[in-house]
């Protein structure tokens, strides 16, 4: 995987069906991308087992979907219409706007200065961008503006006449939705703390930088888990959300070596604990998901703005408090991306050929299996069993071909199993299925079929 280059991705993704750019046929629109037929598979998969492991499976966890639109009072009360913002400049040969901190991280990377970016302030970073001379990456000269905050938030308008509009935001996060419900689900689900709401949600960023795929977008979806607790708890729930983030990651079969954490050196004034986990993407290690103390910010501001108690009553002990929040925030394209790195493999084989195979979980796997009828006789058959599986899985048929290509298009998409019906098959009922990693072929009962592929995407 270490010389896979993101065009070679991006290449293989537009090829196979994964993801295609968006907007195409206008020349598309930077920092946009479509999810194909595989690639859309591929995300319904990762939100599914995600929400298993981190609602399903996890304790006191709540789920909720809350509307994009929220009501413009939510983000004066977040912070973000006064400060979520990135510093920009603009190249003045070409025009073109640049984050600032990002220029210098990836001038710092290549040129291997250890230098943290988070706490620099504007003139510092001015400064370090004067004395390195750190080129404009389109034009390659070093004529920049000064840095200005820019803010980060999508505008729209809502209202019936023109002089009723009233502006609103695209969501730049999914939390606050989990934020604002705290109350609803507390009292509907009688949710006793230590607690969680879970939300997979899109969020919009106008992110000034073009971002190595969909790595970085302008809109994309979040899987969110906030974990209400008590500030005495806190620290060993942020201990613990580290441990599930990362397990999550190393049971979805990204190597160890390959992740890591990496501590905030810069905290929010209010945070009393954050880190990132870092994935080695083929342009570097960069952020994954992160896991954040957030004490009770949160919730004392929405109590603040709103008017509204945002306090737990113990039970127990009869004690009122605010809760504090640990939260942990993974991109959902950002994850997929990651996939796509991990599971991609250009193997050779014997006999001179290469094949393109992707080693996705079988869970993420678009389709689960592919049913190669040998020969054009044996459709009918290869029709009979595609039909009884699709009622249980993702399942596709490929009747074209040799059986060789056959595979290889199988692999490329990282099709778990591929099932073959020959003339066997009519005769004592048996099918073969090669797995995709191994190559192996077994020879299995078609009614056992189901129960095989069962076991084999388990998560
Ligand atoms: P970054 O430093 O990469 O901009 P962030 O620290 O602003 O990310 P958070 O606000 O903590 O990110 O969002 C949580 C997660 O959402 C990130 O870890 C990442 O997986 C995802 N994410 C954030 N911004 C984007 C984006 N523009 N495109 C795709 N995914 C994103």
Redesign the pocket.
């Known amino acids: 995987m270490k010389d896979l280059t993101m065009e070679k991705l991006v290449n293989h993704c537009k090829t196979v069906g994964f993801v295609y750019r968006g907007s195409d046929i206008y020349d598309g629109l930077a920092?946009t991308w479509d999810y194909g037929p595989v690639g859309v598979e591929l995300k319904n998969n990762i939100k599914k087992v995600w929400w298993k492991r981190f609602v399903q499976e996890n304790d006191n966890t709540f789920g909720v979907d809350a509307a994009i639109l929220m009501n413009p009072r939510v983000w004066e009360a977040s912070g973000h219409t006064t400060s979520f913002a990135?510093p920009k400049m603009d190249c003045k040969e070409c025009k073109r706007r640049e984050r600032a901190d990002n220029l210098i991280a990836d001038y710092a990377k290549k040129h291997k200065i250890d230098i943290v970016v988070d706490t620099m302030s504007n003139e510092e970073m001015e400064a370090f961008i004067a004395k390195h001379k750190v080129a404009c990456p389109t034009c390659g000269k070093c004529n920049w503006s000064s840095i200005r905050q820019f803010n980060l938030m999508f505008e729209t308008s809502r209202g019936v006449t023109d002089e009723s509009q009233n502006k609103i935001y695209l969501r730049?996060?999914t939390?606050q939705g989990e934020f604002v419900n705290f109350l609803n689900v507390q009292r509907t689900s009688r949710a006793k703390i230590p607690f969680g709401i879970a939300q997979i949600g899109k969020?919009f960023?106008n992110?000034i930088t073009p971002?190595n795929f969909?790595?970085?977008?302008?809109?994309?979806?979040?899987m969110?888990h906030q974990f209400f607790c008590k500030e005495e708890d806190s620290m060993k729930f942020y201990e613990e959300y580290k441990q599930k983030a990362l397990n999550f990651l190393l049971d979805l079969g990204f190597k160890k070596e390959e992740l890591r954490f990496h501590d905030h050196d810069k905290l929010a004034f209010y945070a009393a604990a954050a880190c990132?986990i870092e994935y080695l993407f083929p342009m570097g290690w960069?952020?994954?998901?992160?896991i954040?103390n957030r004490t009770n910010y949160d919730l004392s501001r929405h109590q603040e703005f709103s008017g509204k108690a945002m306090t737990y009553l113990d039970p127990t002990t009869n004690e009122k408090f605010v809760p504090y929040d640990i939260?942990y925030?993974?991109?959902?394209?950002?994850?997929l991306l990651a996939c796509l790195c991990n599971a991609y493999d250009e193997q050779k084989l014997d006999g001179g050929d290469t094949r393109i195979v992707m080693h996705f979980h079988p869970a993420i796997a678009p389709y689960k299996v592919a049913v190669l009828p040998l020969q054009k006789d044996l459709n009918d058959k290869a029709r009979e069993i595609y039909k009884s599986l699709q009622k249980q899985f993702m399942v596709t048929i490929d009747e074209a071909g040799s059986i060789g290509k056959r595979y290889r298009r199988q692999d490329q998409i990282g099709t778990p199993l591929c099932l073959t019906v020959d003339f066997d098959t009519l005769n004592d009922g048996t099918v073969t299925l090669r797995d995709r990693d191994t190559m192996e072929q077994v020879r299995v009962k078609t009614e056992d079929v189901a129960k095989y592929v069962q076991e084999k995407i388990a998560f």
Not at 214 to 222: G, L, P
């Open positions: 920092n990135d730049p996060e939390a969020a960023r992110e971002g969909i790595f970085r977008t302008i809109e994309f979806e979040q969110e990132d960069s952020e994954v998901n992160g954040h939260e925030s993974i991109g959902c394209d950002r994850l």
